[in-house]
């Protein structure tokens, strides 16, 4: 909770510092000066993103999966608001304006940090933890691979969508504008529902049902040369809307499993190997939408809007097979192990009365009520 604070306060300072650039006459200085304080905003918003979720883990355990959707559905409708409205402050105030503005929103989330936060212990405990451990096990770290994978599709459109529908269409930006709002719109409203859904059931089924309907979807964005549909308005607009239910599906559920996988294969979870996974999780996004934005310049560029969302979602079909893979090992892992979440007991008055063994059960998760989770 400190560090959330003193990041908090840094990216107010840094955010004012950026308002007053327009000053700065030099070319050069102006770019070394921007890349620099760039940089240290993204590197403190990094921070508060991974202590925001290692607070809310330690706090909501058995709505893990709900909290995680919140979160990150508070960041994609950031991501899609942030620039329309970055706009319309600097045609009125130009750099000044844009980063006065939001410094000040800032400090407002900065004070309500200090006074609404409840201080929350996230340090490193007794039992230690080995951040190589968890960089070694594939199968730890492969859920969060799989939500930068959906997130390079999610991301790979975003560049090339207004020039694509100004030339397909002729429409102008702000109906590309109003798409990626209606993209955002199908992750903010299914998010919440899908992140219950994942603390309540299996976390491992919706993650291998994303490996297979994202990139199918993703062909129908185009569409594919293959495909015998006519692009349209609606037909994009329908597309995307769906994507935006579809990621949620592959990317939500990874901390989660990544926990419950730990457990499973070492028999417990020390709190400094929690705060390491919730890291390399919360790096997923961001690797992701940087993948997927920088490669759809180069292939749209010499490929076109439809063949490069065809070539992008048949690439995808290689994370399908892997995830195929990495759900039977996880499978037969749990299957020889010996730890609590291998079987999901309905518990009676007597004691265990029924087991059930699971593909990927998270009973560590749940209290004693809840832990009938079919198979």
């Not at 840094?14 to 050069?28: A, G, I, Q, R, Y």
């Not at 790979?156 to 993209?183: D, H, R």
């Not at 609606?234 to 989660?256: F, H, K, S």
Request: aromatic content about 12%; hydrophobic content about 50%; some cysteine.
């Amino acid at each position: 909770s400190l560090f959330l604070i003193i990041s908090t306060g840094l990216l107010v300072i840094v955010t004012l510092l950026c308002s007053f650039l327009e000053l700065v006459k030099s070319n050069t200085t102006f770019i070394i000066l921007i890349i620099i304080l760039r940089l240290l905003q993204g590197a403190n918003g990094g921070i508060i993103d991974v202590i925001a979720f290692a607070i809310t883990a330690k706090m909501y355990p058995e709505n893990l999966a709900l909290t995680t959707a919140i979160i990150e559905t508070s960041l994609n409708l950031a991501v899609a608001v942030s620039p329309f409205l970055g706009s319309v402050f600097y045609v009125e105030g130009g750099f000044y304006l844009s980063f006065v503005v939001t410094a000040g929103a800032v400090l407002l989330v900065f004070l309500g940090t200090i006074f609404g936060v409840t201080n929350v212990d996230t340090k490193r405990d007794a039992e230690g933890g080995d951040l190589t451990q968890v960089l070694k096990d594939v199968l730890v770290w492969f859920p969060a691979w799989h939500s930068a994978a959906c997130m390079i599709l999610f991301n790979f459109y975003i560049p090339i969508l207004a020039p694509y529908v100004e030339a397909q269409f002729g429409s102008n930006a702000e109906f590309a504008g109003i798409a990626l709002l209606i993209n955002t719109a199908g992750i903010c409203l299914s998010a919440p529902f899908l992140g219950h859904a994942m603390d309540r059931f299996n976390p491992y089924f919706f993650i291998v049902v994303s490996a297979f309907l994202l990139p199918a979807c993703y062909l129908f964005l185009g569409p594919a040369p293959f495909i015998p549909i006519e692009p349209s308005k609606l037909q994009l607009l329908v597309v995307l809307a769906i994507i935006g239910i579809l990621v949620p599906l592959g990317c939500y559920p990874g901390l989660l499993i990544m926990f419950d996988v730990y457990k499973v294969k070492y028999g417990g979870m020390p709190q400094a190997v929690k705060n390491y996974i919730t890291s390399i999780y919360c790096a997923s996004f961001p690797l992701g939408g940087c993948i997927g934005s920088a490669m759809s310049g180069v292939v749209a560029e010499h490929l076109g809007f439809a063949v490069s969302t065809t070539y992008i979602s048949l690439a995808f079909l290689v994370q399908t097979i892997l995830t195929v893979f990495w759900a039977g090992f996880v499978w037969r892992v749990k299957a020889r192990s010996k730890a609590g979440s291998l079987v999901t007991f309905v518990k009676g008055d007597e004691g265990p009365t029924e087991e059930t063994p699971i593909l990927s059960g998270h009973s560590s998760y749940l209290p004693d009520h809840e832990m009938a989770i079919s198979g």
